[in-house]
């Protein structure tokens, strides 16, 4: 047992590469990826839990607000209808049981005649016409029905009406009763007696003469009433008195005039000089500057002292206008006693008779016309006295042919086992019946997140596109390794994955290894170049190839050399040699074999060839130099097509995906530092 015993730091010698690859194969063996729905969906949604939480939440919000708003609760207005038995006893058992049988028959035919389609028609036409403003445009009779539920409860019939609006419910269950109650009139009208039929017609006859003294109390008093009439023409009465008093004021002055001979001058003279004084245009302007002055020396002084020169300057002005003004007048007067404002001397008189006569004579005219319109407003008046006083009698009549109308209407219901009575006609509901706003914002709340991440789901899933690494786990299944690198690659990731490399089943155990690196998209970068330093700086003899178009392009190249049979020659770039593309155009592609003799010949100078092939959709070299190599490296970033990948996938072999530029969250990204740090140090040797 001692002599089997080996320290754990110590590699035998006998440990071939093959026995090597195998002991890490078995390390680095992973379980089989598990189908639980769960972990897919915790895929799906790895980096965006929290965005795809907040707009569910705020999805959820609008949801619920949109449904508590939208959706109404219900409303229920009640009528209720008695049926009142007219025989005594009737609604107690005695030896006579027909009674009771036909009274609980009375009130099931009411309740069922009450939800007859006659009815039912009869209370919609009565809904719309009394609301036509607040009906539904869009409402129907089976809308109507279905509103409405009839109970048939002993005695009593209840009738409820269910809408959104209470005034809807409301308006329902009247009309439904309006409509009950209008029918089982005219059905009880078909058993009145002869003598109803007649005050019916005596009804009408009374209606018709009541329309008609109507219209002639429009046509006579037009818009005015007997109490307009009236007023108006007192008022012309008094109009007429006043003119008779101005007559005779004027009769008197005319003989008054002729006896004195003009002795009524004077005041006529003063008369024309205060109406000059009045409507001179000078003195009008005067009076509104000294308005305006005043106004602005009341400021003036409620800011400054009365000492103040502004005060005193605007007072000063004040004083002057009002000497103006005293002057105009003065001279004004004095213009009217020299007659110069009247045109006339005051010898002549300002008023002549001929003057006063005419005046005269017009308000005589204009009194015969005020007599006239008084006369006619009376006969009017009188008309509408007489109209007034018949339709008074005529309602008189009315009323008590209706009186004696409804009482033979009540005295022929009596063969019938009861009368109905509205106890309630629907009272317009304060609080709703049933109100499912807060229940059905709640699951609309609960919708909308669930929406959202269904959303958010379908869109990742049905995305067609590469984010994580384990994306490529269900195209690339038998993959030998991969690897997964963050956006700024470090030289000690590239030499763990070439040391990964070397180890996995696709470095051959002898002569020259050719790996092909191909990539789906522009942004995908992965440094090539850096790793052919780093397999030179390893000691491997590292020649990079740069195969594709949008390599950039060069004199002298891989072009050349491969269709155009030039002398190989490659540049050095310190550790490693580097191919460049050429000038040659590889569109029309090239065969296999120049590209196999090509790469044995080179095979027998380098230890590793690495060939940047491009773009496997696009560029020629990408779908022939990786059948020729050991394995393809794929440069996969995210974002790129998952079509594209899959295709590549299944037509080459040791196919090894690389990510690039993968996200912090990346489990690759994070699988690949941790097996990293583990393969450091002693664990190398425990893993041997």
């Given amino acids: 047992m001692a002599g089997n015993t080996r320290d754990r730091g110590e590699i035998p010698a006998d440990l071939g590469p093959e026995s090597l690859q195998a002991v890490t194969a ?10 639980n729905p769960l972990l897919l969906v915790m895929r799906r949604f790895r980096g965006l839990w929290v965005p795809t939480l907040v707009s569910g939440a705020i999805l959820g919000i609008i949801l619920a607000i949109l449904a508590y708003n939208l959706v109404s609760p219900s409303y229920v207005s009640n009528g209720l209808i008695r049926l009142v038995a007219k025989e005594p006893k009737i609604l107690y058992a ?114 018709a003469k009541q329309r008609r003294l109507s219209g002639e109390l429009l046509e006579i008093g037009e818009e005015y009433d007997a109490t307009s009439l009236a007023k108006a023409h007192l008022t012309k009465v008094t109009q007429l008195e006043e003119l008779d008093l101005r007559v005779s004021e004027l009769t008197n002055t005319l003989i008054e005039m002729e006896a004195s001979g003009g002795a009524l001058d004077a005041d006529t003279g003063d008369m024309e000089i205060k109406r000059a004084t009045l409507l001179d245009r000078a003195m009008a302007d005067m009076v509104f500057e000294r308005a305006k002055r005043a106004a602005e020396l009341e400021k003036l002084q409620m800011r400054y002292q009365d000492t103040h020169p502004k005060v005193a300057t605007l007072a000063a002005s004040l004083k002057v ?48 016309d005020l007599s006239d319109e008084a006369k006619h407003l009376n006969g009017k008046l009188i008309k509408l006295r007489r109209i007034n006083a018949e339709q008074a009698e005529v309602a008189g009549m009315l009323g008590e042919t209706r009186r004696i109308l409804d009482q033979v209407v009540l005295e022929s219901r009596n063969n019938m086992p ?59 299944t038998h993959s030998p390794a991969s690897a997964v690198f963050p ?15 070397q180890m996995g089943p696709v470095w051959p155990n002898a002569g020259t290894v050719i790996l092909s690196l191909i990539r789906f998209s522009d942004k995908a970068r992965f440094p090539a170049t850096r790793l052919a330093e780093l397999a030179g700086e390893q000691g491997y003899r590292t020649l990079l190839v740069m195969a594709a178009e949008d390599a950039g392009t060069s004199d002298k190249g891989f072009s050349d050399q491969l269709m155009k049979g030039q002398a190989f020659t490659a540049s050095s770039k310190g550790h490693f040699d580097i191919v460049t593309l050429g000038s040659r155009s590889m569109v029309g592609g090239y065969s296999l074999d120049r590209a196999k003799d090509w790469l044995i ?81 002693k664990n190398h040797e425990i893993a041997a």
């Fill in 26 to 35: 078995f390390v680095q063996e992973e379980q089989a990826p598990s189908n």
């Fill in 321 to 368: 206008i009002d000497e103006a003004i005293e002057t105009r007048r003065r001279l004004i007067a004095t213009l009217g006693k020299t007659g110069a404002i009247t045109g006339a001397d005051g010898a002549e008189k300002s008023q002549s008779l001929a003057e006063l006569q005419a005046l005269r004579t017009k308000l005589s005219n204009r009194r015969q």
């Fill in 94 to 207: 005695d030896r006579d049981d027909s009674r009771l049988r036909l009274y609980d028959a009375f009130v099931s035919a009411e309740a069922t005649y009450i939800q007859s389609r006659p009815v039912i028609e009869r209370g919609f036409e009565i809904l719309l016409d009394k609301s036509r403003d607040g009906a539904p445009k869009d409402m129907k009779q089976k809308d109507f029905a279905d509103m409405l539920t009839v109970k048939k409860e002993k005695g009593l019939i209840a009738v409820s009406a269910a809408s959104k609006d209470p005034a809807m419910a409301q308006r329902a269950v009247r009309s439904l009763l309006e409509a009950y109650v209008a029918l089982h009139a005219e059905q009880s009208g078909s058993r009145q007696s002869i003598r109803a039929r007649e005050l019916e017609v005596r009804v009408l006859e009374l209606e």
């Fill in 601 to 681: 010949k080179r095979s027998a100078d380098y230890d590793l060839i690495l060939i940047y092939a491009g773009h496997p959709e696009h560029h020629f070299s990408a779908r022939v130099l990786p059948n020729l190599s050991d394995a393809t490296l794929a440069i996969v970033s995210p974002g790129d097509s998952v079509r594209a990948v899959r295709r590549t996938a299944s037509r080459l072999r040791n196919i090894v995906p690389v990510m690039t530029g993968a996200r912090a969250e990346d489990p690759g990204l994070q699988s690949t530092t941790s097996m990293q740090s583990q393969l450091k140090g």
């Fill in 418 to 476: 009861g009368s109905i009575e509205i106890l309630s006609r629907g009272s317009l509901p304060d609080a709703p019946a049933s109100d499912k706003r807060k229940q059905i914002a709640a699951a609309a709340l609960v919708a909308g997140g669930f929406l959202m991440i269904a959303i958010v789901f379908l869109k990742r899933q049905l995305s067609g596109v590469i984010r994580y690494s384990d994306d490529l786990d269900a195209i690339m």
């Fill in 487 to 501: 956006s700024k690659t470090q030289d000690a990731d590239l030499a763990a994955f070439l040391g990964d490399m």
